[in-house]
């Protein structure tokens, strides 16, 4: 904001020279100090963006007053009204005036206190900001006080303070949010949207307080009610729907475990989805650390790290983590939204998140089904949109009833899914490498379509049954127009895609190979023969295969040699945009792979991961780029789609299939296998 | 026209021609096979012409009793069939173009099938309307098969290195010699051939094409026969004519050449390997062979240890997952130092096939540096190691 709004913005009742505020340098006016309602304003703009930012900041003071039982209560998406109601400890009467000044809170006495911070909010400031752009009111009543009182405000006007009726507990209501800041109140959305991000905030709250009871009221109406004293899991569940209880798996980690030094730093529970449940964009991550909702660019790395190669590399997995620490160890006070937060030990944070995530991941058979769109409907409603909640059992809220309607539309998406499984869109989707250009189009899967409707597990797939089931070997598989391989498991039936079947294998071959150690799957392996990490098998080349490329990817060639070592390239530098290549891996000569758009295209990318700047020398770091590489190898090396395969081919093919961990999907993402179970095969033929 | 000829003759011709006729073409004149019958002082002659736009034949046989000269064009898969599936007790075949139908005739078979206007066929290079020559020789059809059997396996497959697609055909006074790589292995043959005085030129190279050098041993039967070779600003031309009869020449297949720059092999050849083995050709490829069993896709390389004390090679392989292997050979010849070396196996295979030699001269410096096999005079081969992991 600038001087010019400072004239049109006073108010009644603003005193100049008030020590509170700051001063704005214009290049003709004189020097002034901001009213404090100014002031107040500028500083909301930060904490109150929208009603969902007023929900957020009277959730947690609620909270931090201890309530047991938080009903929100909204009117035209909080535009029009925002009420929230707790049972807490309330605010003395005396009090309540000193509640809605700026930097006065209950909360933190000293700066000592900044270091370990254990409530949600600590600046001061909610209250006061929400009170400068709103017209607002408190009542509340402590344990102690014989009735309760009320405070109302307008703009920074204290209208009236009085008695009142009412019980234990606080009621702060907000409304006609920004009626004096039009600039504001234009960027407000429709009250749909708004309501949608206020409920948003309302479940991811929920989520991280499982203790407390939760109801949210939109326009009269019940939306969500959660009982308080559940357990995390059915706090979860509740609010993103039980029926998505089989494709969740359960993490549980403390970091002790891993670091002695940090014992006991961080703990960390919860739920996170099957790669089928993954999204476009970050909405299916919940994260709270110590009760605080967070959005954390060190956990949501390492989130989408333990995916790698689960799902297709744009989409997000959907996670729920509760994690507590000592707060001494995260500092909160970063931006007074509080969704950011700093860790002292990050790479503590991201190896526990990242390790957690990975073991459940791994014990799980992460087939896709075919099953059950409606879910993963429901599912996508009930995070983001009103009225698909979960509502607890015994609840007298109307259960949603299944009219022809719905079942119309039911029907109408089950064929639309039928469709955009079996017919080809234009190309092939995501890069799918296809060795053949025409021919067998007709019958490719669309898997970007596949994996955005293929929502449901089978239930037969607990997460807690986590070895693979077997592939039952009466008949032989059949590989359909070349691209498919067909077989059956005791669950019904398989649909594999050779190339990215082959492509995992031939990736966790690679990866066995260079990082040492990690699993080799193959049945006939000799027992005991611990596998060392060696580079890849290189060819030496007659002379060197000059790869022009960018400047930034030819200062990469020294930064990034101990890896390029590792895959069997040797190159150097020869001027400023031209690389010398001597040495190739032999397995990449022999599936055809060029040398110089090869290496051109690794340059460009480490360029683009980083190594320009210098070497990684971090080990997960080192271990994430080899992953990348070898990926990008295996792709390169696997057999592609059209290509015809022996029947020895395609048996190796999947006796490994069992054996490999995430064999599921191939390292970009897609699904290597769909599983069409017999209630998938029943349904389809209308057998009940 | 019409035209009564061999079945058999005509049968292994449509074959050769047939072989680089592209079998699906957007333009079906371009899938065919041109069928010339002319008659010249009483000797008729029926010429099948091909071509895939790059490389092109035509081939002329002479055992045919040309009853009417003229031109059909048919789709030359067709013809083949049809040739093939004919009864083989039938000696000759009839043809005969009656308007727009080819009709082909056995004993008891009739086939139509429909021709297209001639004018239709795409046009062939011609030796005679060729401006830029820039070399002009013979070569006896043996040698020339020798250079190109030594050399055309070491070509690389479908590489956007345009240059070494193909192999480099080098003229320098009577010195011709053919050279190919893949970038991991380099083939070099030489021959020297009769010069003729009036052709001094300074050296010449191109590069041909392997789909050419190809066609080319598939219609070479007879070594004696001389190869006239012309080398022009972008094409080569090869003549098959048997002596005295260049002017009507058996077969004429002629190609575009590749451009680009062929590597400069003259440095890629090493001068200063200091040990220097002779082995058996045949117990080395034995031993390659065994050796190669034991290796996959991972682990391609064969570890070849040359002991001096023994004159013995001790090869070795290993393939993770799947077992070892160790093959031991007595060495005829050593001098020098003990060395271990690494090599895909295929490739030292490629080479020993190709060789007639009872003996191969192993020239090897270091593990990373080339090692160099010879045989004979005429043949050089570098082939790049592998690096194993120790």
């Known amino acids: 904001m600038h001087g010019g709004a400072v004239t049109t913005q006073t108010t009644p009742g603003t005193t100049p020279g008030d020590p509170v505020a700051g001063t704005v340098a214009s290049a003709r006016k004189p020097i002034r100090v901001l009213s404090p309602l100014v002031a107040s304003q500028i500083a909301a703009g930060e904490v109150v963006e929208r009603p969902a930012s007023v929900v957020k900041e009277l959730i947690e003071n609620a909270l931090d007053a201890h309530g047991t039982r938080i009903v929100v209560e909204l009117e035209q998406g909080g535009i029009e009204l925002i009420r929230v109601t707790d049972d807490g400890q309330g605010i003395a009467e005396g009090e309540l005036r000193l509640a809605l000044t700026p930097h006065a809170t209950s909360k933190v006495a000293s700066a000592d206190e900044l270091e370990h911070i254990g409530t949600m909010g600590f600046r001061g400031e909610a209250l006061a900001s929400i009170a400068s752009v709103s017209r607002a009111s408190i009542r509340s009543r402590t344990p102690q006080a014989q009735g309760a009182s009320i405070i109302e405000a307008e703009g ?145 790395h390492a989130i989408k790290e333990a995916y790698r190669g689960l799902i297709e590399p744009g989409r997000h997995p959907t996670a729920v983590l509760l994690l507590e620490m000592d707060p001494r160890g995260v500092d909160v006070n970063v931006h007074p939204a509080k969704t950011e937060v700093r860790f002292r030990d990050s790479s503590l944070v991201h190896g526990t998140v990242l390790s957690a995530l990975r073991q459940a991941l791994q014990g799980a058979d992460l087939t896709a089904s075919w099953q059950a769109e409606s879910r993963g409907h429901a599912f996508a409603q009930g995070l983001l949109g009103p009225g698909a909640a979960g509502v607890p059992s015994g609840d007298p809220l109307p259960r949603p009833v299944v009219t022809p309607a719905v079942r119309a539309e039911e029907a109408r998406r089950f064929v639309e899914g039928f469709k955009a499984r079996y017919q080809s869109p234009g190309g092939s989707p995501g890069g799918y490498p296809s060795a053949q250009a025409t021919g067998a189009t007709s019958a490719r899967i669309d898997f970007a379509a596949l994996q955005a409707a293929t929502a449901g597990a089978t239930p037969a797939t607990a997460p807690q049954t986590p070895e693979l089931l077997s592939i039952t070997p009466t008949t032989r598989p059949m590989q359909v127009h070349n691209s498919f391989l067909v077989t059956q498991d005791a669950q019904g039936m398989l649909i594999i895609d050779q190339h990215a079947l082959h492509e995992r294998v031939m990736f966790q071959k690679l990866l066995a190979r260079v990082l040492g150690g990690a699993s080799v799957p193959s049945a006939d392996a000799p027992a005991g023969s611990a596998p060392v990490p060696q580079p890849l098998e290189s060819q030496r080349l007659l002379t060197q295969v000059v790869v022009h490329t960018e400047p930034r990817a030819v200062e990469v060639v020294e930064h990034a040699r101990p890896l390029l070592e590792r895959l069997g390239i040797e190159a150097r530098p020869l001027g400023p945009a031209s690389v010398g290549v001597s040495s190739f891996p032999t397995f990449l000569f022999d599936r055809n792979v060029e040398v110089e758009p090869f290496v051109g295209d690794l340059l460009v990318k480490l360029a683009g991961d980083g190594w320009a700047e210098g070497s990684i020398t971090d080990p997960a770091a080192m271990e994430g780029a080899l992953a990348e590489v070898l990926d990008m190898m295996a792709c390169k090396a696997a057999v592609k789609a059209g290509n015809q395969l022996s029947d020895m081919e395609v048996g190796e093919l999947l006796a490994t299939r069992e054996s490999i961990e995430r064999i599921s999907a191939c390292p970009h993402g897609r699904p290597t296998s769909v599983r069409l179970t017999m209630g998938d095969l029943e349904k389809l033929f209308h057998r009940g | ?90 000696a000759t075949v009839t043809i005969e173009l009656d308007d727009e139908q080819c009709h082909i005739k056995g004993s008891r078979s009739r086939f139509k099938l429909f021709a297209f206007p001639s004018a239709d066929f795409p046009p062939i290079a011609d030796l005679a309307g060729q401006s830029n020559t820039r070399a002009s020789f013979a070569v006896p059809a043996g040698v020339l098969m020798r250079l190109i059997g030594r050399t055309a396996f070491a070509t690389a497959r479908e590489t956007s290195r345009f240059a070494i697609n193909g192999v480099l055909l080098k003229k320098d006074g009577k010195k011709l010699e053919m050279v190919a790589t893949d970038g991991r292995r380099l083939a070099l043959c030489r021959a020297t051939i009769k010069e003729k005085g009036e052709e001094k030129v300074a050296s010449t190279s191109c590069i041909i094409p392997t789909r050419a050098l190809g066609l080319l041993q598939r219609v070479a039967h007879d070594p004696e026969v001389a190869v006239g070779v012309t080398i022009t600003d972008n094409r080569a031309f090869f003549a098959f004519a048997e002596a005295g009869k260049e002017k009507a020449p058996q077969a004429v297949v002629s190609t575009t050449l590749v451009e680009g720059a062929f590597p400069q092999y003259d440095e890629v050849i090493p001068k200063d390997q200091d040990k220097k083995i002779t082995a058996g050709r045949d117990d080395l490829a034995r031993a390659i062979r065994q050796a190669s069993v034991l290796t996959n896709e991972e682990s391609r390389g064969v570890r070849l240890a040359f002991n001096v004390a023994d004159k013995s090679l001790k090869l070795s392989s290993r393939a993770p997952e799947m077992g070892e292997s160790e093959i031991e050979l007595g060495l005829s010849g050593y001098e020098g130092e003990n060395i271990e070396i690494s090599f895909n196996p295929q490739f030292i295979a490629d080479a020993l096939k190709t060789m007639d030699e009872a003996e191969v001269l192993i020239e090897l410096k270091a593990p990373n540096k080339p090692g160099l096999f010879k045989a004979g005079a005429d043949f050089l081969y570098v082939v790049m190691p592998v690096n194993l992991p120790t």
Do not use: Y
């Open chain 2, 1 to 90: 026209m019409k035209v009564i000829c061999d079945r058999a003759a005509l049968l292994e011709a449509a074959n050769n021609v047939g072989s680089i006729i592209p079998a699906r073409s957007p333009a079906p004149a371009l899938s065919c096979v041109k069928l010339n019958a002319t008659k010249a002082g009483g000797v008729g002659t029926l010429t099948l012409t091909g071509t895939d736009a790059e490389v092109s034949i035509q081939l002329a046989l002479s055992k045919v009793d040309v009853v009417q000269p003229g031109v059909a064009v048919v789709m030359a898969d067709k013809l083949r069939a049809i040739l093939s599936a004919i009864d083989d007790t039938d």
């Open chain 1, 156 to 300: 920074d006007v204290i209208v009236a303070v009085r008695p009142a009726s009412g019980p234990i507990g606080t009621s702060v209501t907000v409304r006609n949010i920004f009626f004096n800041t039009p600039a504001r109140r234009k960027f407000l959305r429709t009250p749909a949207t708004e309501q949608g991000r206020c409920a948003e905030v309302v479940r991811e709250i929920a989520i991280a307080h499982p203790g407390v009871g939760f109801a949210l009221i939109v326009d009269g109406r019940t939306l969500l009610d959660l009982p308080a004293g559940q357990t995390p899991r059915q706090r979860v569940l509740d609010v993103l729907g039980k029926e998505l209880s089989p494709q969740l798996l359960e993490v549980q980690a403390d970091s002790g475990v891993q670091s002695r030094a940090h014992a006991g730093v961080l703990t960390l529970w919860g739920l996170i989805g099957m790669p089928s449940l993954a999204r476009g964009t970050l909405s299916g991550q919940h994260v709270a650390l110590n009760g605080r909702v967070i959005r954390d660019r060190t956990i949501q």
